[in-house]
């Protein structure tokens, strides 16, 4: 079972909105990521959780705030999103945190920022 | 840091015909090198990796192919199908802990039936 679950599947939120998207494994994949995704681009990454803490911050706004509350469970809590923020946003999972490793990608959450 | 350049953008190949499509890496460190198939409104799927003690690698009628002198690497896709037609993505990565995915830009396949 190579399954990553998020929720929600679409989101649409106000600038002035706080939510939260969530994304859960059961593979025992010890590393957690976060992507954004814009239309007709790659995906970027965001945070990387490496065995329930966070390793890797690629800059992101504070308006972005990842958790790991444990090793099956990231949430990435939004508040004061902007326009522009409106992407896809992946979840993923692999084993361990080496690059060597398969990256699998859940179905993602589309966020709209009105 | 590591940059990987994917060509073509787009791609347009008659059903039965070959596909092909390939990027080039910057660092020499990077060491696993997985495609990913992206459908519409879909979760990019691995579809085929390759590690760097590999020069090629078949999966029915998907191919990787890896030159790590040059730094580059292909995906061929043989005997295309209509259900081929997706955004396809290159990526590199080193297998130490800096473990960022650097992806390709990606390819626009189209499998005209």
């Known amino acids: 079972d190579t399954e990553v679950t998020q929720t929600p599947k679409h989101l649409v939120m106000g600038m002035t909105n706080k939510k939260s998207l969530k994304c859960e494994q059961h593979?025992?994949?010890?590393?957690m990521y976060w992507y954004k995704q814009k239309a007709k681009k790659p995906p970027e990454l965001m945070f990387v959780?490496?065995?329930?803490?966070?390793?890797i911050n690629e800059s992101v706004p504070s308006r972005f705030s990842p958790e790991c509350p444990n090793s099956s469970l990231l949430n990435l809590h939004l508040h004061a999103l902007q326009p522009e923020d409106s992407a896809l946003y992946l979840c993923?999972?692999?084993?361990?945190?080496?690059?060597?490793?398969?990256?699998?990608f859940g179905e993602g959450s589309w966020l709209t920022v009105v | 840091g590591e940059n990987v350049e994917q060509h073509p953008s787009t791609l347009s190949v008659q059903e039965g015909d070959s596909a092909v499509i390939k990027c080039t890496y910057s660092?020499?460190?990077?060491?696993?090198f997985p495609w990913y198939k992206q459908e519409l409104g879909k979760r990019p799927q691995l579809i085929i990796d390759?590690?760097?003690?590999?020069g090629e690698k078949k999966d029915q009628r998907i191919a990787v192919t890896l030159n790590k002198t040059a730094k580059h690497f292909s995906l061929h896709i043989t005997e295309t199908q209509p259900e081929d037609s997706a955004v396809y993505f290159c990526?590199?990565?080193?297998?130490?802990?800096?473990?960022?995915?650097?992806f390709g830009s990606g390819t626009r396949l189209l499998v005209r039936p």
């Open positions: 959780y490496s065995y329930e803490k966070l390793s």
């Open positions: 593979m025992g994949h010890r590393a």
């Open positions: 993923a999972s692999s084993q361990v945190p080496t690059g060597e490793n398969t990256i699998y």
């Open positions: 990526a590199a990565s080193k297998g130490d802990s800096s473990y960022k995915l650097i």
């Open positions: 390759i590690r760097s003690n590999v």
């Open positions: 660092d020499s460190a990077s060491n696993y």
